[in-house]
């Protein structure tokens, strides 16, 4: 009897393991996680050249992942220029030109005020589990955080990045590291999260550096200074009129 027990209390943790989500349910989590209802974000990049480096804050406005509104608040070259999207349309505001342009076409391939990031980025949907097929590709460990390793094929081949590489925190669900490949298999941009913090009662990136592995530099670092999940938004900021104000 007591060698029974004792088989039973060592077999527990094994008996009791929750079976590995699927790969599918794993881009649910993230999802869920990237696309938090309404937030107020205050944040900073900083845009390493090859010869030196500077950086931009900014605040944004954001509604699940349909619509968008930023506003660059330093420094004072950028200051007062707006962006806004709404769907998979996009407007930016030039105070200095008072000028309203719609960003289309070959014009979403350009960088964001010369960062490792295209408009195509800020563009695309969110929601990865609707865009990518994806497999789980094995376990690896990230920021001393164990990961899943997804690998990710656009379903129409119409996305920005016709393959992706993720690796997801098993816990709490968040990319801390990506790799985004053109259909011929090269390289593009990647992704490295630096920092994690608890904001707001929620996990998040705080920090990470974003790069354009065809530009020389030493990539784009973004970092949270504030946000607030669950913001009161109002409806009237997600319009053109806004741009001007």
């Known amino acids: 009897m007591n060698r029974l027990i004792a088989c039973v209390m060592a077999l527990g943790p094994v008996l009791l393991q929750a079976p590995a989500p699927s790969a599918d349910e794993i881009l649910d989590r993230v999802d869920r996680n990237a696309v938090a209802g309404n937030k107020v974000m205050v ?33 004072p070259r950028e200051k007062g220029v707006k962006m806004l999207k ?9 105070p200095d030109a008072d000028r309203t342009i719609a960003i289309s ?26 865009a990518y097929e994806a497999k789980v590709a094995g376990e690896a460990t990230v920021l001393d955080r164990p990961c899943w390793v997804l690998e990710l094929v656009s379903r129409s081949g119409q996305a920005a990045y016709h393959t992706r590489k993720l690796w997801v925190d098993r816990e709490r669900f968040l990319v801390l590291k990506e790799e985004r490949y053109a259909k011929s298999g090269r390289l593009l941009k990647t992704l490295e999260v630096r920092e994690v913090a608890r904001m707001g ?19 784009t670092e973004w970092r949270i200074a504030s946000i607030e999940f669950d913001a009161a938004i109002p409806e009237a900021l997600f319009s053109k009129a806004s741009l001007r104000k």
């Not at 480096?53 to 605040?59: M, N």
């Not at 709404?86 to 030039?94: C, N, T």
């Not at 920090?207 to 592995?213: Q, T, Y």
């Open 86 to 94: 709404l769907g998979d349309q996009l407007w930016i505001y030039s």
């Open 201 to 219: 009662g929620r996990w998040v990136p705080a920090s990470a550096v974003f790069k354009d592995v065809l530009k020389q530099g030493r990539g």
């Open 105 to 130: 076409g070959h014009m979403l391939r350009q960088s964001v005020m010369g960062s490792d990031l295209s408009y195509e980025d800020m563009m695309e949907d969110r929601k990865l589990r609707t």
């Open 43 to 75: 944040s900073e990049m900083t845009i390493h050249g090859r010869r030196d480096s500077r950086t931009l804050k900014s605040k944004s406005w954001i509604m699940g992942d349909e619509k968008a509104f930023t506003e660059y608040l330093e420094p």
